[in-house]
């Protein structure tokens, strides 16, 4: 049973447009979640994280939104560049639980196209 | 900044063999973590630990074994590897405050045939 799910494997975009990925989820308890981005051969690295009192995040091109009510985020960026293509993993947490453990998304791979 | 190191990068056993999976940090991060990633796959988490000398169980502890005597290693153990635990295998590290970035190492393939 998947708790953090991320429907989209792919996605393609042109260089400078936006890039919206999306994640749902089920698990009511979480209140903390992240995106984090993986390049071939490397680890995942953290990117944004979004707080369950707060609907939006913003750094500098990324921004994640958070809507509670239909247990939903996505995470925009905007100008999408080249070096953005890599996979994009959803994860979450719930503070209350499990030591804060993760659960992570199956990733969606993005490619930017110049 | 070395972060999180991972030892070996690559290996490739036969079946019934066994290996350690190095991970060590250098952050004086209390909480740490073992993920494996399955080709098409979210990160599934196989162990974790809150500190030297405890350690639980995650999601897919199955075949697996840790122990954590200090704070900076966290060594994953395979006994009788099996072609099932074909997999990347991540180490993590975080601080204090959950929710917070975790730090991954860069990672270890490991092929059973």
């Known amino acids: 049973d998947q708790q953090v799910k991320q429907n989209s494997p792919s996605l393609s975009v042109q260089e400078g447009r936006i890039s919206i990925l999306n994640c749902d989820y089920t698990n009511s308890m979480f209140d903390y979640f992240l995106w984090y981005k993986k390049y071939p051969a490397e680890g995942p690295t953290f990117l944004i994280s979004?707080?369950?009192?707060?609907d939006k995040n913003e750094d500098g091109r990324f921004t994640v939104f958070l809507n509670k009510s239909a247990k939903h985020l996505s995470l925009h960026i905007v100008p999408s560049q080249p070096g953005d293509s890599a996979v994009y993993f959803c994860a979450a947490s719930a503070h209350g639980g499990s030591q804060g453990n993760l659960i992570f998304g199956k990733g969606t791979k993005l490619s930017v196209k110049p | 900044n070395a972060g999180v190191t991972q030892t070996p990068k690559f290996r490739i056993l036969k079946i019934g063999q066994s290996m350690t999976l190095q991970c060590t940090q250098d952050?004086?991060?209390?909480?740490m973590y073992w993920y494996r990633q399955d080709p098409g796959m979210g990160l599934k988490l196989i162990y974790y630990?809150?500190?030297?000398?405890?350690?639980d169980k995650g999601e897919v502890p199955n075949g697996y074994n840790v122990s954590r005597s200090t704070t900076e290693d966290f060594p994953l153990r395979l006994e009788l590897a099996a072609p099932s635990q074909t997999s990347v295998y991540f180490c993590a590290s975080r601080g204090q405050v959950p929710g917070y970035g975790y730090t991954f190492g860069s990672g270890t393939r490991l092929t059973v045939v």
């Open positions: 979004i707080s369950s009192i707060k």
């Open positions: 952050m004086n991060h209390n909480y």
């Open positions: 630990s809150v500190g030297a000398g405890i350690t």
